[in-house]
């Protein structure tokens, strides 16, 4: 046996330890003998490059990954997340990637199908041009003011609608509310997404579907009006003759007197009723799932997951498709619609010269400015805190609430222009004052304008744009919907949530999808208008309220101001005299008068002909209550959470938790500076490499 030296076996340990601190020694065991021979190599060879070149080859062969893995920077994990960047100012949460895709998400998100079948019909409902005037009104102290609020508050925090009450806790049940709606509004508006899938594969077939009465129609449907011909015979008893157009009977007109009409149902009407939904007669007839709207829904979450399988870094690419063409559709139906015979007659009845300035004198007209300016922005839905969230902290956020909002209001207009340009060519042809063929709602997307579409030539190819235009309106709402749960769930969760983005944005879809289901049976056009009427309405209105009561009364108007300009400059008190004037008085006395005369003139909801039972409306009412009833829980538990007394226990969860403030510690600056150790300071301007999480307490309900 080979005897070995003493300092032969000092060497050997050396190069032990050695081998151990590169993996070698937690994988396997290295003997003395072993040692000394790889030792001898090395001396041998004396070489640097082979060194190397053996150095990666331990390595490859020895290295005990999981023990390596450990030793690896917050920042270096960090950039493995899908949805953080490496120019990311927030390496926790992401930011956009570039300012174009946080403005056409918010545009996406803004401009949605109320722009394009609700506010053409309320213009030409309420006056016409004239309803312009309250529209701007309102947009100027409600709809402005309440956009550049929420936006300034997600980004100056860098936190989404919930935890964004970090800064006054007592309120934080708002936060709850908003994304309680948000989740209810994204089960049935996911819904009308599967309508527009459906139709827009029916548009693939000539002729259009709903364009006659075919095999699927009953014997009430009809191209033309159908009239009686009451006609008295010389027996003395009377037979009805059915008339159509003021047909002849025995050779003679049928005298006007003995006209009477019978109702008739339009194809296209028709097709919506006993193809599209097969509408079971009420609320109580549930009836069985719609397979092939069932399919469009799955469809419609499988888009809406994809687009956000890595957050804001995926759907902002999808939005340079989805918000824009839109725009294309309406600018191509616009040049189509003006081109058609009696076109001029819908618009003339839309915003034209049938003008009725009378009506701005009556009330309801303001109240239908307001509402729709508020629904239309999507504000208090949570939405717009949550998108703002991921700016970087000085972007210009008021420049962005300006242009978001102005975008949103202009596309209204302009919708209408397309809408009803078509719209008159329709009742050109069938002889009718546009007033008659002019809806709101389903019948316009649905009946009304795919009935006009057909009359065009190429009318599969109007169709297939119009309903693929309304598909993505929906979308891009949605992705703003689903992102205020996952923002949320980050947000209070981020140990286990950080990495996960991917599993939360499918999660949440396959689960709405779910959820939605029961809107996608014969009765499911009851349960999405139910759901449209109560969860849609007084929710937000609340929440809203609530939100300008708590940061401007409780929180500070002035505090607040400070904290915007910290992100946008120092700007002069005559520029705050509007905005304080909107935030303090004129936006909350709006949202009041819209929430007292709601509640005043609330009327059960109603399909048509059809109404709602007793227990239907109830539970519109518990949807409700369901949202809001988590304002006061959160505040009361807040309040048994807190220390003290009564009175300490009170000004405690009516002011900041400490660690309040902007994310990063570099933008805290003096005022919030008394709070550093309770965020990270892993900004991409910072050397330090210290990083200190934000404890759970903190950010957790």
């Not at 450990?70 to 997340?81: A, I, L």
């Not at 998400?105 to 213009?123: D, E, K, Q, T």
């Not at 978001?404 to 202009?410: A, F, H, M």
Request: hydrophobic share 45%; charged share 15%.
């Amino acid at each position: 046996m080979q005897m070995i030296s003493g300092s032969e076996r000092r060497l050997a340990r050396e190069t032990s330890v050695s081998l151990r601190l590169t993996g070698v020694g937690n994988c396997v065991p290295v003997c003395p003998k072993q040692t000394l021979l790889i030792t001898s190599l090395l001396n041998v060879t004396n070489s640097s490059k082979l060194r190397k070149y053996w150095s990666s080859f331990t390595d490859v062969i020895f290295k005990n990954p999981a023990a390596t893995d450990m030793v690896k920077d917050d920042h270096e994990k960090q950039q493995q997340d899908s949805h953080v960047g490496s120019k990311d100012e927030n390496f926790d949460r992401g930011n956009w990637t570039n300012k174009r895709e946080y403005m056409l998400s918010m545009i996406g998100y803004a401009v949605g199908l109320g722009n394009v079948w609700r506010f053409p019909y309320l213009a030409y409902k309420n006056g016409g041009g004239a309803f312009l005037i309250p529209y701007v009104i309102m947009l100027a102290v409600a709809g402005i003011p309440l956009f550049f609020l929420e936006s300034s508050f997600g980004q100056f925090c860098s936190q989404g609608p919930v935890n964004v009450w970090r800064a006054l806790p007592i309120f934080q049940g708002v936060g709850v509310a908003m994304v309680l709606v948000s989740t209810l509004v994204g089960i049935y508006y996911n819904v009308i997404i599967a309508y527009s899938l459906y139709y827009m594969f029916a548009s693939f077939q000539s002729p259009l579907p709903w364009s006659d009465c075919f095999y699927w129609s009953n014997s009430n449907c009809s191209l033309t009006p159908r009239e009686v011909c009451n006609i008295t015979l010389a027996a003395n008893w009377s037979e009805p003759v059915i008339a159509a157009n003021m047909t002849l009977w025995e050779n003679e007109t049928c005298p006007m007197e003995n006209l009477i009409s019978i109702p008739v149902q339009s194809p296209s009407e028709q097709y919506w009723d006993l193809v599209a939904l097969q509408r079971s007669s009420g609320l109580d007839e549930t009836g069985p799932v719609v397979w092939h709207l069932a399919l469009c829904l799955l469809l419609g979450w499988l888009l809406i997951a994809a687009a956000l399988y890595k957050g804001i870094k995926s759907s902002g690419k999808v939005v340079y498709f989805t918000a824009t063409f839109p725009y294309v559709v309406l600018l191509i139906l616009l040049i189509r619609g003006v081109t058609l015979e009696g076109a001029r007659d819908g618009i003339e009845f839309y915003i034209g010269s049938q003008s009725n300035l009378t009506k701005l004198g009556e009330a309801e007209v303001w109240r239908d400015a307001a509402t729709q300016i508020f629904y239309s922005l999507s504000v208090a839905w949570g939405g717009v805190t949550a998108l703002s969230s991921y700016n970087k902290f000085h972007n210009n956020v008021f420049k962005d609430a300006l242009t978001v909002c102005l975008t949103n209001c202009g596309t209204s207009v302009f919708a209408g222009f397309a809408i009803f340009s078509i719209l008159g060519h329709m009742a050109h042809v069938y002889g009718k004052p546009v007033s008659e063929v002019a809806q709101a709602g389903f019948g316009l997307a649905f009946i009304a304008y795919p009935d006009a579409l057909s009359k065009l030539p190429i009318s599969p190819l109007w169709s297939i744009l119009f309903f693929f235009m309304l598909l993505t309106l929906g979308l891009d709402s949605q992705f703003a919907g689903i992102e205020v749960i996952s923002t949320c769930l980050q947000d209070a969760f981020p140990e286990r949530f950080k990495s996960k983005r991917s599993i939360i944005s499918v999660g949440t879809c396959a689960i709405l999808f779910l959820l939605g289901l029961p809107c996608v049976t014969q009765a499911g056009i009851y349960w999405v208008t139910l759901m449209d009427q109560f969860c849609a309405g007084f929710v937000l209105l609340i929440a809203a309220l609530l939100e300008l009561v708590g940061v401007f009364y409780f929180y500070g108007g002035n505090r607040f101001i400070k904290d915007i300009e910290m992100m946008i400059g120092t700007r002069s008190s005559l520029f705050w005299l509007w905005w304080r004037a909107c935030w303090f008085f004129i936006t909350p006395a709006v949202i009041t008068v819209i929430l007292v005369w709601s509640l005043l003139t609330f009327r059960p909801p109603s399909y048509g002909m059809v109404q709602y039972p007793v227990w239907g409306v109830a539970l519109g009412w518990c949807m409700i209550a369901f949202c809001l009833i988590w304002i006061p829980l959160v505040a009361i538990w807040k309040i048994l959470c807190a220390q003290g007394n009564p009175w300490q226990r009170m000004c405690a969860v009516c002011s900041p938790v400490e660690g309040w403030g902007p994310y990063l510690e570099v933008h805290r600056q003096e005022r919030y500076a008394d709070g550093q150790r309770y965020y990270r300071k892993n900004s991409l301007h910072l050397p330090d490499n210290n990083v200190n999480h934000i404890s759970n307490h903190l950010t957790r309900l």
